[in-house]
């Protein structure tokens, strides 16, 4: 069976270096000293690009991951700097790629704090390296992409008819100390990002774009959102009701926009019923594997895969129908 996985990671420690430290503790990302076991396992193996990747790959049976950079990146940089720092993480990743044919792509890196530099960035990247589209680390600027600011960046992916992979990232910093402090050891990095914060924030990033009417700009704009949909499932209906009667300027429901533009990724999760919860508001049709290596193993996801009793259909688009043509995998293949 084949099995494509869109949220798997890859960073360089030279290229973070780049990046002044006070800037990088100011957006909230730990420190050698201070962050969680996790995390400093999954930093670890981020840089691996080879045969350790590969070996997990084929041991578990994914057949292709699409590849992000996380932790921090040129989304932190202004000027030249951020540009050539995106250019410089996409450039490497089309090489480590090419080594390895047909078995990885990858979402560009943009400089966000120059929209219209990363929606150039994101043309190079589609038109002259392939990659299928871009990711997107949360807040820009302290700015959600309904912000007028971002739109060459939304209209630029509508036109290469490419997805936007929406990531979480640590809150601000006054949002750091309001919610996310006084808790022992690193309670409050985990609880700021994979333990709630990351995504609560990405949910909230999502219906602002609804309520801003940043989908109804966009009408063929494609938004991924990973980790079982970021509370998007669960809380459909009661959104719905509480924003719908405010939604005037939208011709279309709450549901109607999230279940037309909106794709959702199963990574970091591996029990089934938030699958189910997907399932049934977001459609299996709008639904993809992942697995968030190496924040999360591969042998889990492959166990979650195997635990399933779904329609070999269903199945099917499950592990890679949805993701192949969304990102025209197999079309890239050939």
Same mark, same amino acid.
């Given at each position: ?91 490497? +990743? ?88 006084? +808790? ?25 774009m609804v309520a801003a009417g940043t989908f109804d700009r966009f009408p063929k704009l494609q938004i991924i959102i990973g980790h079982m949909g970021e509370t998007l499932p669960f809380m459909m209906a009661r959104s719905e009701n509480g924003l719908s009667k405010e939604l005037r300027q939208s011709n279309r429901s709450l549901s109607e926009i999230l279940k037309q533009q909106v794709h959702i990724t199963t990574s970091g999760f591996f029990t089934l019923p938030p699958l189910m919860t997907a399932i049934e508001t ?51 293949? +050939?």
């Amino acid at each position: 069976m084949r099995i494509v996985t869109l949220e798997e990671h890859f960073n360089l420690p030279d290229f973070i270096k780049r990046i002044p430290k006070e800037v990088i503790a100011e957006r909230g990302w730990p420190n050698e000293q201070n962050a969680s076991p996790l995390m400093q396992k999954a930093q670890a193996l981020l840089p691996e690009f080879g045969e350790e990747r590969l070996s997990s790959m084929d041991k578990n049976g994914i057949s292709v991951q699409v590849l992000s950079v996380s932790g921090p990146g040129a989304d932190l940089l202004s000027g030249e700097d951020g540009i050539r720092l995106a250019q410089d993480y996409n450039n490497i +990743l089309a090489q480590k790629m090419a080594a390895y044919l047909n078995r990885f792509a990858a979402f560009a890196h943009l400089p966000m704090l120059d929209p219209r530099a990363a929606a150039d960035e994101l043309e190079r990247t589609v038109k002259d390296l392939g990659f299928c589209g871009a990711m997107i680390n949360g807040m820009s600027n302290n700015l959600f992409l309904d912000d007028a600011s971002f739109s060459p960046v939304l209209s630029k992916a509508q036109e290469l008819d490419v997805p936007i992979y929406l990531h979480p990232n640590f809150p601000p910093k006054a949002v750091r100390d309001l919610y996310y402090s006084n +808790l022992p050891g690193a309670l409050n990095q985990v609880l700021a990002s994979a333990g709630f914060g990351w995504h609560a924030e990405t949910a909230i990033h999502i219906l602002r774009m609804v309520a801003a009417g940043t989908f109804d700009r966009f009408p063929k704009l494609q938004i991924i959102i990973g980790h079982m949909g970021e509370t998007l499932p669960f809380m459909m209906a009661r959104s719905e009701n509480g924003l719908s009667k405010e939604l005037r300027q939208s011709n279309r429901s709450l549901s109607e926009i999230l279940k037309q533009q909106v794709h959702i990724t199963t990574s970091g999760f591996f029990t089934l019923p938030p699958l189910m919860t997907a399932i049934e508001t977001f459609g299996i049709d709008r639904i993809m594997f992942s697995v968030d290596y190496p924040f999360s193993p591969n042998q889990k996801g492959k166990a979650f895969l195997e635990s399933l009793d779904l329609p070999a259909e269903d199945m099917e688009k499950l592990t890679h129908g949805n993701a192949d043509k969304l990102l025209k995998l197999v079309k890239k293949a +050939l």
